[in-house]
């Protein structure tokens, strides 16, 4: 099945402890991509990639890092997670990122971190 | 001004109604445009891509026009199972490609 695979889907955790949230795609996409989901504020862009090795920022990528050494995986890495980094968490995919118009973004189930 | 800006509603309407729903985008230079529909904090799914020329599926229409920098989601006879949040999602131009930018979302309510 064609799937964006996410974890984990719930992540309770302490300000400072660094943690890593995976992301994974079977569908040969190009395209990966990190928002984030917060009340009243929509889902915003926090990095991007285009593919293999080549990832670039979004509207929010204060505090977080990814990296794009494969073609399936991008994981999205929180290195001194802070509580305003609060939220729920998409990753994407797409076949290409050009335009999007002929290669929708498929959406993993979102991963709910709590900071405290 | 946001880039992509969306009346967050809540929408509520009573089944068969029509609802349309707009979207205003401040980038001239945005090429894609669609509309996504979310279910209460699950995964966002294409509801549809929107073309220049206007595009249908069936009881759902969407418009686009440039000009004024804004597209449109028109439901026909509104079911239970509409009632969503409606995102609209635009790219960020040549400028900016990999760059999608959603609005915060319009939420429907379907009433019986």
């Known amino acids: 099945e064609a799937q964006v695979t996410q974890n984990p889907r719930y992540l309770i955790t302490v300000t400072g402890k660094k943690l890593t949230v995976t992301c994974s795609q079977n569908m040969n996409h190009e395209y990966m991509s990190w928002y984030r989901q917060d009340p009243g504020l929509g889902l915003r862009q926090i990095y991007y990639s285009m593919n293999v090795e080549v990832t670039d920022k979004g509207d929010v990528p204060e505090g977080y890092k990814v990296s794009r050494k494969e073609k399936r995986n991008f994981p999205l890495i929180l290195e001194s997670p802070s509580p305003n980094q609060t939220s729920l968490y998409f990753c994407?995919?797409?076949?290409?990122?050009?335009?999007?118009?002929?290669?929708?973004?498929?959406f993993g189930n979102g991963t709910r971190l709590t900071v405290t | 001004r946001k880039e992509v800006e969306q009346d967050p509603g809540p929408f509520n309407v009573p089944e068969g109604a029509t609802v349309a729903f707009n979207c205003t985008y401040s980038n001239s230079a945005s090429q894609s445009f669609f509309w996504y529909r979310q279910d209460c904090r699950k995964e966002p799914k294409l509801l549809m891509s929107v073309y220049s020329s206007g595009n249908e599926d069936g009881r759902f229409t969407a418009q686009l026009n440039r000009a004024s920098q804004y597209i449109s989601l028109l439901i026909r006879d509104s079911k239970l199972s509409d009632s969503a949040t409606y995102l609209c999602v635009v790219n960020g131009g040549s400028s900016n490609t990999g760059k999608l930018i959603f609005g915060q979302g319009t939420t429907l309510q379907v009433k019986p």
């Open positions: 994407a995919s797409s076949l290409s990122g050009w335009g999007f118009l002929d290669s929708p973004l498929h």
